[in-house]
């Protein structure tokens, strides 16, 4: 039994705690000490994920390199690990952006300068406050790695009861990333709009894994009935399949409303999505690309992993209705990007139409949809990373979200504009940019099966090249406001940050083929599980006799 999985797991958890544990930060060598700590340990973790992803045979079982240890035995509950071909990338995509947000943020739990505070750098006498606030650095970078940790296991584990354990214990590192580390641009009421972000956050998300609590324990109960007293997914939906394990059709549907409802309110899913904006709008630029490229693809992996595994048919019932909820999302969120007066706020509403995008390639119930939908979710954490973090670089400049207050910011730094016009395009799914193939294989597979809604979901299209494209305009283009004149342009360690995501999102957008062959297996092993195949075509291609197509 290989101990790969645990390991990946493992590092940055210990790595957490062992930053907490570092010496409180009251001179600028020991922040330094704890940061490169804690870079250190993403990325040795990143190697972990990638060996993992590279020992993944997409010819072989559906979940690999699996491992089972003992837990709750009186309860059938096993700390039970494996991956597949969706596992893989999304675990990859995580350690490859925790680095990203790590050196995004290398500055952003340093102390605000006080009156009486002693030079950073020095060790002279300093108040309580101001100590107090240089310990958070130990914080920061250790709630950042507790997130990541928490997150793979998430994508790694097979017990329902161990998912549900993790996908909930994240909200807490979280909720005191966005409370306790906000943005310093947000204005004299950040701290109370911080604390209001929050808490809205942790209700929502605590409402939605209450609910899903219920559904584990009636699943557990149902199975133990049959004689199935486990948690363990793959014996479950196995048994699921073959007819040894059954649930009536009002269970069915009962538990997978349960399911869903928590994997929607962290998805976000309209009209579930609304603690999104806060969130992402009172946290800082890394936290934020946290929270919507990392922590809320657990919840659209959720969807195809155990909705669609241990409630096919309520799948398929509830699959129509689910996607006009996208629909509505997509547009929804989009209209919103439109009007937003915040960048921040504008990212977070665009990311809800994207999130729109990637569960209607879900419940499309199409291989080409559930394809386009898991790439998705790892070219939009891409791009949105890349997108967010820019604009992070240029809040922390100015010292405002609002778009009224730049404008020329090309003239005065031309890399951070032609970084921030990437991800813009990006966003936008330019052809040749990675988003563009998932969103194309999205829309296609959802067009096989409902063309109605494939068609109207294009609008949404039309829509992300008007908030992008008006706020890169109103941001780099035009004359240069006079807060922008001074402003620096990107700095070796931001280079470092935006270059790799840009070069894979290139990448990914002319060569996507790596990703498509470790998850196509694992996609259609779920439409198997669901019972579907893929629509046959309207008009189908005729042979003539001597076998050649026309």
């Known amino acids: 039994m290989s101990a790969l999985l645990s390991a990946t797991c493992a590092v940055p958890a210990a790595g957490a705690v062992l930053t907490a544990a570092l010496p409180a930060g009251t001179t600028g060598a020991r922040r330094r000490t704890t940061k490169l700590v804690a870079l250190g340990v993403s990325a040795l973790t ?21 491992e089972s240890y003992s837990w709750i035995r009186s309860f059938g509950i096993t700390f039970s690990l494996g991956v597949d071909g969706i596992g893989a990338v999304l675990a990859l995509l995580t350690a490859v952006l925790v680095p990203m947000v790590m050196l995004a943020s290398w500055h952003d739990a340093d102390p605000d300068p006080t009156p009486d505070a002693a030079p950073v750098g020095t060790d002279g006498p300093v108040d309580p406050g101001t100590i107090e606030r240089r310990r958070r650095t130990q914080g920061f970078f250790a709630l950042i790695l507790a997130v990541e940790a928490m997150v793979v296991v998430s994508f790694y584990a097979t017990d329902v009861f161990v998912f549900y354990v993790f996908f909930e214990a994240m909200l807490i590192p979280m909720y005191f990333l966005i409370g306790g580390f906000g943005d310093r641009a947000g204005g004299p009421e950040s701290a109370r709009q911080r604390s209001y972000a929050a808490v809205k956050f942790l209700l929502y998300n605590l409402l939605g894994g209450l609910v899903m609590l219920a559904a584990v324990i009636g699943l557990y109960v149902i199975a133990q009935e049959q004689g199935f007293g486990t948690f363990d997914l793959r014996t479950l939906t196995s048994a699921i399949a073959d007819g ?26 309209w009209p579930l999505h609304t603690w999104l904006p806060n969130a992402m709008g009172e946290a800082t630029a890394g936290t934020a690309v946290l929270i919507t490229a990392v922590v809320d693809k657990v919840g659209t992996f959720a969807m195809l992993r155990f909705c669609l595994g241990l409630f096919p048919h309520a799948s398929k019932t509830f699959a129509p209705a689910i996607l006009v909820l996208s629909l509505i999302g997509i547009v929804y969120g989009a209209l919103l990007a439109v009007g937003q007066k915040d960048i921040k706020r504008l990212v977070a509403y665009a990311s809800i139409s994207h999130f729109g995008f990637i569960i209607m390639g879900i419940f499309a119930l199409t291989s080409q949809g559930q394809s386009g939908a898991t790439l998705y979710m790892v070219n939009h954490g891409l791009s949105t990373a890349a997108w967010m973090l820019v604009a992070g670089f240029l809040i922390s400049r100015r010292g405002s979200r609002l778009i009224a207050d730049y404008g020329g910011v090309q ?18 799914s330019l052809p040749g940019l990675a988003p563009f193939v998932s969103e194309f294989l999205v829309l296609v597979g959802t067009f096989a099966r409902y063309p109605v809604i494939g068609i109207v979901a294009t609008f949404g299209i039309v829509l992300a090249a008007l908030y992008a494209l008006l706020l ?20 070796a360690r931001e280079l470092a940050v935006v270059a790799p ?9 002319v060569y996507p083929k790596p990703l498509t062959d470790l998850v196509n297996p694992s996609v259609n092993a779920t439409l198997s599980q669901v019972h579907e195949t893929d629509p046959a075509p309207a008009h189908p291609v005729a ?8």
């Open 411 to 428: 003239k005065v730094a031309p890399v951070l504009a032609g970084t921030f016009l990437i991800g813009s395009l990006a966003t936008l």
């Open 501 to 509: 995501l840009v070069a894979l999102t290139v990448l990914l957008g």
């Open 46 to 66: 990143l190697v972990l994920a990638a060996v993992a992803a590279i020992r993944f045979d997409p010819h072989g079982d559906r979940y690999q390199l699996t």
């Open 543 to 550: 042979a003539t006799p001597g076998g050649e197509q026309k």
């Open 472 to 491: 890169y305009q109103r941001t780099m283009t035009g004359p240069v406001k006079e807060g922008v004149r001074a402003m620096p342009d990107l700095k």
């Open 244 to 269: 040894r394990l059954q649930l009536s059709g009002t269970a069915e549907k009962a538990l997978f409303l349960g399911f869903f409802f928590a994997f929607a309110v962290k998805a976000p899913l």
